[in-house]
């Protein structure tokens, strides 16, 4: 018999965990006869930060078997006088933890302290028994929020429909997780001046990741859902306020797509009997700046849409996989900030174009809104609603649009309200330090529920009412390329705008317009961008309707 002291002997503490593992090995006797649920105990220690220090790096003072559930009294964890029940346990860890010990028994977790007969968490509850891991490895940063959802279970819901619990959800570790703001061992209740939530506190807690952290900014609500009426009643009511607008918006445009198709079909089948047979010229329906725009438009919209609706469905898995393939969370923050500066500047580019055109033509800003070929709505349009819903159940004619329909005054004014309201509230998420400076901190949670649910009715819109508008009509299906070559054929430019038509021909104005088609090869690279971007919008609003239908929460 050698002495523990000894390297050779069996009880050395580098040869402990094979002494043990002869009983309690996964298939060993002993294990066999184990009931709890923990399995491969042997071979958890061993991959723990306590076995690798042990048996990696030799350092012989870390914790063995026999420090936790001593050499010769080993008892079960549920006998009060074992090392390892809940009431000792504790005492156990001090043993090699003794300075965590003493903040954990100022804590309202430790028995001591607190008030209440329901379990509370210990040492093992938190950091496991033998799968302990180091703490500032990601996986188990991201566990421990759900280590702490097993006792908060309602507060950690309201936590992941926050901005800090999505990006927790797509793997980043960056963002405040439960320990950051609460502590890990000394949880203090918040009443208390030493908290770190506590009002003296509270602004230095937000500063270690908000380094311009301020007291109204400190009054975002961090665990707050929109579920809640009584404690969060504007969270609530702007959140049912975006979905009345979402389901009405929809609903009403989806009942108009359903009634325009039976009649574009039968345009689609006169059109066929016509023969249309395309002439030398075409109609140059937008200039270049407005097309180049355009592309501005879908690259930017579409990359807003991917890198946003990640973080929106951030607990679905497809969304998880998106934003690894952006290179993480921070990559598409990255991503969907640049979209957004490009949506800012192609705003204003058109601002500048429009008050370049009303000058070039020499007309008042009266003159200019109003005019025939204006955007904005006018009495026409009405007109032209009604005689298209008569048109649509049979009940007259289809009306001879002129340069812009109803519809496409709609999308023109929704991109604006889109940019005003998505691009408002982005801002108050990108810079929130700044802008709580004249605004109330939970006004951030505000700007959330608007972000997130304009920006999903932006892209439900787009990708379903508008891509049918413009692309998927039968008789423009599979694509109406005029916003990418500017051009259409003068007999369908007859047959869509007959109205613009007779005027450009009574002004004598369309052969000024007339143009040569743009060569084959680049037309072709054209439509090829325009089915990517097509293509895009499809897969995600696919994808979002799923998990409308099966992931939300």
């Not at 009604?386 to 159940?393: E, R």
């Amino acid at each position: 018999m050698k002495e523990h002291r000894d390297p050779k002997s069996s009880t050395y503490p580098t040869h402990v965990p094979d002494l043990c593992g002869q009983c309690h090995r996964e298939g060993s006797k002993q294990a066999v006869r184990f009931t709890v649920e923990q399995r491969q105990i042997l071979r958890n220690y061993v991959e723990s930060i306590h076995g690798k220090g042990l048996l990696q790096s030799g350092l012989v003072v870390t914790a063995m078997c026999t420090d936790c559930h001593t050499p010769h009294h080993e008892l079960p964890s549920k006998d009060p006088a074992s090392t390892v029940n809940r009431n000792n346990i504790a005492q156990t860890c001090a043993t090699c933890h003794h300075g965590i010990y003493e903040l954990f028994t100022q804590s309202i977790h430790f028995s001591g302290k607190a008030k209440t007969d329901k379990p509370l968490p210990l040492c093992h509850d938190c950091h496991s028994s033998h799968t302990i891991t180091r703490t500032d490895l990601e996986g188990f940063k991201l566990n421990i929020i759900n280590q702490c959802g097993r006792c908060h279970q309602d507060v950690t819901e309201g936590y992941f429909d926050t901005f800090h619990g999505k990006v927790a959800k797509l793997g980043y570790t960056g963002a405040a997780k439960c320990y950051d703001c609460h502590g890990a061992h000394e949880v203090l209740p918040t009443w208390d001046p030493k908290s770190k939530l506590s009002r003296q506190n509270i602004v230095q807690t937000c500063a270690q990741c908000h380094p311009g952290s301020h007291r109204r900014f400190a009054g975002y609500l961090t665990h707050a859902t929109h579920h809640d009426r009584k404690k969060y009643p504007a969270l609530f009511y702007s959140f049912w306020f975006m979905t009345i607008l979402l389901v009405g918006t929809l609903s009403f445009f989806g009942l108009h797509t359903i009634l325009w198709m039976p009649r574009s079909f039968q345009a689609m089948k006169e059109r066929r009997k016509l023969n249309l047979q395309h002439h030398k010229k075409e109609y140059l329906r937008f200039d270049t700046l407005s097309r180049r725009l355009h592309v501005l438009v879908i690259i930017s919209f579409i990359g807003l849409a991917l890198t946003g609706m990640t973080l929106k469905f951030s607990y679905l898995g497809w969304a998880q996989w998106l934003s690894h393939l952006f290179g993480g969370f921070e990559s598409a923050g990255y991503i969907h900030r640049v979209c957004a500066v490009i949506t800012f500047f192609y705003s204003f580019a058109h601002i500048i174009y429009l008050i370049l055109k009303k000058r070039k033509e020499g007309k008042t800003w009266k003159q200019f809104i109003v005019s025939a070929n204006s955007m904005l709505p006018n009495k026409t349009d009405v007109i032209e609603f009604w005689g298209t819903l008569k048109w649509f159940l049979g009940l007259g004619p289809r009306p001879a649009y002129g340069r812009w329909a109803y519809w496409e005054k709609f999308d023109y004014f929704a991109v604006f309200w889109g940019v005003a309201i998505i691009g408002t509230t982005g801002l108050i998420l990108w810079f929130p330090e700044t802008f709580t400076y004249v605004l109330p901190g939970w006004f951030i949670n505000v700007a959330t529920i608007i972000h997130s649910d304009e920006a999903l009715l932006a892209i439900a819109f787009i990708f379903t009412v508008h891509f049918f508008n413009t692309h998927f009509r039968p008789e423009k299906f599979p694509m109406d390329t005029v916003m990418f070559t500017g051009r259409v054929p003068l007999e369908e430019f007859k047959l869509d705008r007959p109205r613009e038509y007779e005027e450009l021909v009574q002004s004598g104005e369309l052969e000024k317009r007339l143009v040569d088609p743009l060569p084959p090869v680049v037309v072709k690279w054209m439509k090829f961008f325009g089915w990517l971007a097509l293509s895009l919008g499809l897969i995600l609003i696919i994808l979002i309707i799923w998990a409308q239908i099966f992931g939300y929460r």
